[in-house]
């Protein structure tokens, strides 16, 4: 594996979009990702597409800092169509070129977060076999002991005449490997086409009012499903990304909204969470905001009606995804947000929704089932895994979310957690949501999660509880009240009170962590004994 | 758990270190919004560390960057916290 350093010297603003170049050489192929991307970046040639505190790139600068990549990419003497390319990247004019550039040399971008632990990066490595791994010198780690980087500044190559041919792949060719955690514990790559991409983009811009002025304050890494779906959406609308660094914190992030006039902002459940716990929002205008998504989980509906009611006149969109689908499938409509309350809203355009019982059967309005997902933006399936790919989609394009949901008469679906969730207790089937709905329902201070835990042969629950404010959580009054309305099966064993509960890298409830709290389970992997250091 | 400074830098600088190896090359002075280490996992993270061993509680202006920019900082906060009486 070749590794590239891509370095930004002086942002020097050129004319040249290499779009032209390509087009002279054959029409470019409207279903490539790339091509549309280069198509935008010459209408918007002038216009900011990444924009920082410092400086901002312009759509004719990234385009021609992609060309820069696609060059280096396609000038290797292994060079193949379809090759896979790492990019560990932080969000940055770099990425963004680093993106379209693989593409546009007919290879396959597989983003990696760049905190990826060094095991996890392993496997993903052997997996994916990328040929070239594209990283930012600040991000160069030196134990990487691969080759020799080969550094490339970028944009310095503007104007050089093409003689290279334009990207050939298009439509189903895949385009992006998604890596996702496995129910297994082994990384799953989620494989997406250029149509994926480009069809859960444009449904997405039909659906959000997403124009040529917006500027997005980014907080999602690009390299995340959620991220990505940002990332395109906003360049095929040629809107601008608004980058800044430090908005770790609540206080930063309304700052940076205000001070860098964003006028939309999308982030996962718990950000928001932080947003109202530490931050405070609403306290001061935001004048350009225009709109706020939330996406990658479920969000409480009196937290989702607390941000819409702070940030009016902007609106609140609630929105429901999948790495699987390449990003959104369904979103609720902001006036419904009252109406329908914790609704993940409707399929959005191109997306066909259908609640399934075990046999692929629709099932009616009002009875919950298995919800399944059909359109463009259905994934190809899992890289090298025929197995989990035929578990996960059907013949006739249908995938298995995994996620429990029912429809209403109207057409709007609601969640009920994961099917994977599912417990069999005394031979009863148990959803540890039926449980952790109790509770919050009873007691809305208090966040609950609960896990199944095996006491001999039998599975019995273990529920975690964390404040969601200053007040202190009465466990006695918790344990009545599950007493009182739970059969003794659906009991839990135990109460254990924690002050936050531990999140994945997806900034979901980490179950997995959780279920190692459990009092007398095993506290340490093998595994994390392997990669710790002395 | 005791809060003198070098218990408190010795605790802090550990669980910073021990996030990774991204993390061991930390020193009390890193800047860590700058070097990109802190993000809001390892924020939360320390709020709650500091939260449960040294009853130290956050309140929204006190999440900020000036507490948490270097875990010398961070160090600082918390023993003027502890010096202080608590509400």
């Not at chain 1, 509880?465 to 009240?481: C, G, T």
Request: glycine share 6%; with cysteine; charged share 20%.
């Amino acid at each position: 594996m070749d590794i590239l350093l891509l370095q930004i010297d002086t942002v020097v603003e050129g004319p040249t979009v290499p779009a032209a170049g390509y087009r002279a050489n054959s029409p470019l192929i409207s279903t490539n990702l790339a091509a549309r991307f280069l198509d935008v970046a010459e209408a918007r040639s002038s216009h900011p597409a990444v924009a920082t505190r410092v400086g901002s790139f312009s759509y004719s600068w990234v385009a021609r800092a992609a060309d820069c990549v696609r060059r280096y990419l396609c000038s290797r003497p292994q060079h193949a169509a379809g090759a896979r390319v790492a990019l560990q990247l932080s969000n940055s004019a770099e990425y963004v070129a680093a993106f379209y550039g693989t593409l546009l040399a007919d290879c396959v971008a597989v983003p990696l977060p760049i905190s990826l632990e060094e095991r996890r990066m392993r496997e993903i490595l052997q997996l994916s076999k990328p040929d070239v791994l594209i990283i930012k010198p600040a991000d160069f780690n030196t134990s990487l002991k691969y080759s020799t980087p080969f550094t490339l500044r970028l944009a310095e190559m503007s104007g050089q005449q093409d003689s290279l041919s334009p990207p050939r792949r298009q439509g189903q060719d895949l385009a992006m490997l998604l890596f996702t955690s496995g129910s297994m514990g082994m990384p799953k790559g989620v494989m997406l086409s250029h149509q994926n991409l480009l069809a859960n983009a444009d449904s997405i811009l039909h659906e959000l009012p997403i124009s040529p002025d917006d500027r997005a304050l980014v907080v999602l890494p690009f390299c995340h499903a959620f991220g990505n779906s940002i990332l395109q959406t906003h360049v095929l609308a040629g809107a601008t990304l608004l980058l800044d660094r430090g908005l770790t914190f609540p206080s930063s992030i309304l700052e940076a909204l205000r001070e860098l006039e964003a006028t939309s902002f999308s982030a996962v459940p718990e950000v928001y969470g932080m947003l109202l716990k530490y931050g405070r929002l609403g306290e001061r205008p935001l004048p350009a905001l225009r709109y706020m998504t939330v996406a990658g989980g479920e969000l409480r509906h009196d937290l989702a009606a607390e941000i819409a009611r702070r940030i009016e006149p902007a609106s609140f969109h609630v929105m429901y995804g999948q790495s699987e689908a390449t990003a959104r499938l369904a979103s609720l409509p902001p006036q419904q947000l009252h109406i329908r309350r914790g609704s993940i809203g409707r399929p959005i355009s191109g997306v066909e929704f259908a609640v399934m019982d075990d046999s692929n059967r629709e099932l009616p309005a009002n009875t919950v089932g298995m919800l399944c997902a059909r359109g463009k933006n259905v994934m190809l399936g899992y890289w090298q895994d025929p197995a989990a790919t035929a578990d996960t989609l059907s013949v006739d394009g249908w995938l298995r979310t995994g996620d429990l949901a029912h429809r209403d008469e109207d057409g709007f679906f609601f969640l009920h957690g994961r099917a994977n969730l599912l417990v069999k207790v005394q031979g009863h089937r148990v959803h540890p949501a039926e449980i952790e709905g109790l509770v919050e329902a009873g007691f809305p201070q208090t966040s609950a999660v609960a896990i199944a835990t095996s006491r001999g042969d039998e599975t019995r629950f273990v529920l975690f509880l964390a404040p969601r404010d200053d007040r202190p959580i009465d466990v006695a009054k918790i344990r009545e009240a599950c007493q009182k309305e739970l059969p003794p099966y659906k009991q839990p064993l135990h109460y254990e009170v924690i002050e936050r509960f531990p999140l994945t890298s997806g900034y979901k409830i980490d179950r997995a962590a959780l279920a190692l709290l459990v009092p007398g389970a095993r506290r340490v992997q093998p595994d994390d004994i392997l990669t710790q250091s002395p | 758990m005791t809060a003198d400074r070098k218990g408190l830098e010795g605790d802090l600088m550990h669980f910073v270190q021990s996030r990774g190896a991204r993390y061991t090359q930390a020193t009390l002075q890193t800047d860590l919004l700058e070097s990109g280490l802190l993000d809001s996992l390892l924020l939360m993270d320390l709020i709650f560390h500091i939260e449960e061993a040294y009853g130290v509680r956050f309140d929204s202006d006190q999440v900020n960057p000036s507490n948490f920019r270097t875990i010398e900082d961070t160090v600082t906060f918390v023993l003027k916290q502890k010096s202080m009486p608590q509400a």
